[in-house]
């Protein structure tokens, strides 16, 4: 008997009793992204390696230890994407969508990283982000972080996720910012990790965002880099939160919050929760006005987040919030004698013709009417259409509810459409 082959770690199937939840899932991510006019892009999975070294920065963690990066038969070097929002502006630039235009997209795919894997992080994952091109001013910042508030009142989580929000300042006051923060870190080396250390000659604002509470004890009294920011980026931060308060929208001002890509600037924010142990954000996203013109495009404003689905998914489900995720099937079909299993076909076409929203299963394979009862009930549906050799004679249908204390009853076929029409949800007719 030959070796099985398994999947390759950290790259996991969606098995059928967890795509519904996926699908429920993406389902009110397209209905929320709809409701703001946002248009859907859809890039390759596999992109030049250098696009990524050029936009993520060559001495990140991305770049230096997780891509999935090899050379095709003709010698370039080609990488798994490991993240989405150089793609998109490869893809607006390479089209002609951004300079001098407005874009607001979104996409939802699989990326990749080679790192290790943990409940909630893998090395293929899903995610879903926006990104809006060509509009400078702080009301696009508000209206992408609007956007994913309603995605957790959607999904009924907006009380356990919390809003933080911080500038990074312009690229030159961050320069001046950093400086400032080598000087202090290396005031303080002895304090600091290996990782903290190296990332210190690297991207120190990177320490910033350590998870080692020691670290973090060593950065009390670090500079603040809301205390280096310049008067435009200073504008556009009160500007935003300005709009957060009239919205309603509570947050957190964090002075600490950066990001792990070298191309954001100005507005950088995060949701987070308590609710999955270390693994707290949820979502992240922020400014990154520069990075269409380092990727070979006119110099175009761009603001966007991204969040991960697995993570996303698991959160829900540790909160219990899947309930509404409804079953694969509404209505299972059972036929006993050849006469009965055309005119159960035929019945069933006609019923997704008329209700193509419906999930209707026909039995299969025979058996008596235990056996396809028992099947009927496994399948999860809300009620069984029971036909007989008689009833295929009398043009009826016995009706019988799984979930429900109801009495089974008999209609003629003419009057069933109606009848699952009115009596199963409106979101499947």
């Known amino acids: 008997m030959s070796k099985q082959i398994q999947a390759i770690r950290g790259m996991n199937d969606c098995l059928p009793e967890q795509s519904g939840t996926w699908q429920w899932v993406e389902q009110r991510i397209r209905q929320v992204v709809a409701s703001y006019g946002y248009q859907e892009i859809r890039t390759p999975v596999v992109e030049s390696t250098d696009l990524f ?23 370039d070097s080609l990488t798994l994407r490991p993240e989405n929002t150089a793609s998109v502006v490869r893809a607006g630039n390479e089209h002609g969508l951004l300079y001098n235009q407005q874009q607001r997209l979104w996409y939802m795919g699989p990326m990749f990283r080679h790192e290790r894997p943990q409940k909630g992080r893998y090395r293929q994952f899903h995610q879903f982000g926006v990104e809006a091109f060509g509009i400078d001013g702080p009301d696009i910042d508000a209206e992408v972080i609007l956007l994913s508030a309603r995605l957790w009142q959607q999904f009924g989580m907006a009380e356990q996720v919390t809003l933080e929000i911080n500038s990074l300042g312009s690229n030159e006051a961050r320069a001046a910012y950093r400086d400032a923060l080598v000087a202090y870190l290396k005031a303080n080396e002895a304090a600091l990790d290996e990782d903290s250390k190296r990332r210190m000659t690297t991207n120190p604002l990177r320490v910033l965002d350590s998870k080692n509470p020691d670290v973090q004890a060593a950065l009390a009294d670090a500079p603040s880099l809301l205390d280096h920011l310049d008067d435009a980026s200073r504008q556009h931060f009160d500007g935003l939160r300005e709009r957060l308060d009239d919205l309603g929208i509570k947050y957190r001002v964090n002075p600490r919050l950066v990001r792990g890509l ?127 050799d008689n009833e295929a004679d009398n043009q009826q249908v016995g009706v019988k509810y799984l979930r429900h204390d109801r009495e089974q009853e008999t209609i003629e076929d003419s009057a069933l459409i109606a009848y699952l029409r009115s009596n199963l949800s409106s979101e499947h007719n």
Request: negative net charge; proline residues 2%.
């Open 262 to 388: 070298d191309y954001y600037n100005r507005t950088v924010f995060e949701w987070v929760t308590d609710s999955l142990g270390a693994q707290g954000t949820v979502c992240a996203g922020g400014r990154y006005d520069g990075l269409v013109e380092q990727l070979g495009g006119k110099a175009t404003p761009a603001v966007g987040f991204a969040l991960g689905m697995e993570r996303l998914v698991l959160l829900l489900e540790t909160l219990q919030l899947t309930s509404e995720v409804p079953g694969a099937v509404d209505v299972y079909v059972t036929a006993m004698g050849e006469k009965a299993e055309g005119y159960a076909r035929r019945l069933s076409e006609q019923v997704r013709d008329a209700l193509p929203g419906i999930r209707l299963q026909n039995h299969c394979g025979g058996g008596n009417f235990k056996k396809q009862m028992k099947r009927a009930d496994k399948s999860g549906a809300v009620l069984a259409l029971i036909i007989g």
């Open 53 to 75: 070294k050029r936009s993520i920065g060559e001495v990140t963690d991305i770049v230096e230890k997780e891509m999935y990066t090899f050379d095709d038969r003709n010698g």
